[in-house]
């Protein structure tokens, strides 16, 4: 059976060990802000039509791109490797559905820093205390997700980025002023229509009057971010950024190379920034005794959290997956098999619209099978069979019940949950 390559992310992936990597092409500035230009997109290839053809790629696979804003390099001041994560956000893209989240952690959520330190402490102290690389491990055991990049930026890499762009327009919902002399900080918003140039989009994202404390900022942040995509999307020709290069390199650091940043942007400037999910870890302000004072925290709430993670990040999404109808198959003999496949997949939100055996019960593999044309409903129902059947395989082929979008043929390495 020929194998058609589809979209292998390898090709967009290697060790960790070659951060960090200086790189400060203005791209980078649209994948920090603008997030929703880190797409990737899935195409099936062009192969003779077949029965059933094994797809040589990874359709269950996100990519997910950790954002570091570190609290440094004001007034041109230069940023130091350790010091707080002000903004962590993780932006979560679908290479085959395009679905595309940015999730936003506040800097004083409560996680366990693993490693030397191991302990809870707040979200922004773990660059502190390790860099980005402790920053990643934080994230990874906090979500349950797995990071593949990084890229971290300071204050004036912000205010460059933003000048660059030619300034962002937006409307300024609440009037207001905040000061900090200790960081030499005097911000005053008016309420209203703004074009905001570099200086003005910092002020705004690192105001801080708010009711709601570092909720409102995060919350400005997701306006402030919506309306950046809106402007970074509206570039005539993406090549026109390249001259930028040595003015933004002294202020973004990142594992991604430059030919994987080209390739990223180039592939995703089709997407939709509308369609761009925004979500920040749901919790509670608390203040908890620890060390023999009281400290205040971003409580996160695990239940709700999880939900999050799974919808944005993971894409198991319930709604989304009820408009996909599937047929299951037995095709490993096992009395049952496929049965309790369906019950999981309902449980998932799919439709199941037939159960029967299969016309063979040797199948080795278990298989999900589509036709050409519905690789996005493919996707979907891989992740979910990938739950319970890691070594599930994708296909595609001809043979799909009638009624169905998608097929799963149960095959000798699924194993019936207890």
């Known amino acids: 059976m020929d194998e058609t390559k589809v979209f292998q992310r390898s090709d967009m992936s290697r060790p960790r060990k070659r951060w960090p990597r ?4 203005f ?6 802000f603008s997030g929703g230009l880190v797409f990737g997109f899935y195409k099936y290839a062009t192969a003779p039509s077949e029965l059933e053809m094994e797809l040589g790629a990874d359709l269950t696979g996100r990519v997910n791109i950790l954002v570091l804003g570190v609290d440094a390099g004001v007034n041109g001041q230069k940023t130091n490797e350790w010091t707080r994560s002000d903004v962590n956000m993780v932006v979560s893209v679908d290479p085959v559905t395009k679905d595309a989240a940015i999730v936003s952690i506040p800097r004083d959520t409560r996680v366990f820093i693993p490693g030397k330190i191991a302990e809870y402490s707040k979200m922004g102290h773990a660059h502190a205390y390790g860099g980005p690389s402790l920053a990643i491990e934080t ?3 906090f979500l349950d997700i797995e990071i593949d990049y990084y890229v971290r930026v300071d204050f004036e890499a912000f205010k460059q980025a933003v000048d660059a762009l030619g300034g962002v327009d937006m409307y300024i919902p609440v009037s207001g002023e905040y000061s900090d002399p200790a960081q030499n900080l005097y911000i005053k918003l008016e309420k209203g229509p703004a074009h905001l140039d570099g200086q003005k989009a910092l002020e705004l994202v690192r105001y801080r009057g708010y009711s709601n404390a570092d909720i409102g ?5 997701e306006l402030f ?3 950046l995509i809106k402007k ?5 020709n993406i090549l026109k950024i390249g001259p930028l290069y040595e003015q933004l390199q002294p202020y973004f650091r990142t594992d991604l190379t430059f030919q994987e940043v080209v390739k990223l942007v180039d592939i995703g400037r089709g997407v939709d920034p509308e369609s761009v999910k925004m979500a920040m870890v749901p919790g509670i302000d608390k203040y908890l005794a620890e060390n023999g004072r009281e400290i205040s925290y971003w409580v996160p709430d695990g239940p709700e959290t999880e939900k999050m993670v799974n919808d944005l990040i993971k894409g198991m999404s319930r709604e989304r997956n009820a408009s996909v109808r599937v047929a299951i198959e037995n095709g490993n003999g096992v009395p049952g098999a ?5 019950t999981i997949m309902r449980d998932l939100g799919f439709q199941v619209v037939s159960v029967g055996n299969a016309s063979k ?3 080795e593999d278990t298989r999900v099978v589509a036709r050409g044309s519905d690789q996005v409903s493919q996707a979907l129902v891989l992740r979910g069979v990938r739950q319970i059947c890691p070594s599930a395989r994708p296909y595609k082929g001809s043979s799909i019940p009638e009624g169905a979008d998608v097929l799963i043929i149960v095959g000798k390495d699924y194993r019936r949950p207890l």
């Open 139 to 141: 994230v990874e055991r």
């Open 338 to 342: 496929a049965d309790a496949l369906a």
């Open 27 to 32: 791209v980078l500035a649209l994948v920090l």
């Open 361 to 363: 019960q040797d199948y």
């Open 217 to 221: 900022r995060i919350e400005m942040q």
């Open 232 to 236: 970074a999307v509206s570039l005539s």
């Open 22 to 25: 200086i790189l400060g092409y």
């Open 225 to 227: 971010l919506k309306a």
